[in-house]
């Protein structure tokens, strides 16, 4: 390897270019975020304002909801993904507690595993097709 090409690979901070791409996910997913939250808006024929993504639910209705889609399809889950399936269920997923706070107190709880950055996997107790959701919360 040419001795220029060397030094230049030696000098490359890899901890600080890791950082950087960390910082750019960070940002890409609040852009992604702010994004679902504007796509939500449209104007009618009369120039008002209109709201998409369906219903305003209870807290505990919310709850019950990303778990039954997280049993539906084992795997990793993104918070934009679990938006994507409340809002084809008809449920405002930005209306009251926001996704990512049920599903880090689900983490807290044991209900689910946090993979990565806004990536979570139904845990093992919760995967049995047996299990009901009211045993899930009691746990």
Known sequence: M???IKNIIESV???GVQRAIDELR???QAYEEL???VMRFEMDADGKVVVNGGERVSVTRKREAVLAIMQERPGHWSIRE???ALSAR???PEAGTPVKN???NFAKEGHVHAIGSGVYELSVLNRSA???HEEAMAA
């Open 13 to 15: 901070d890899h901890a």
């Open 2 to 4: 040419p001795p220029a």
């Open 26 to 28: 960070a940002q890409l």
């Open 130 to 132: 047996g299990h009901r």
């Open 82 to 84: 679990i938006r994507e």
């Open 35 to 37: 994004l679902a939250v």
């Open 90 to 92: 008809g449920i405002d």
């Open 102 to 104: 049920i599903l880090w």
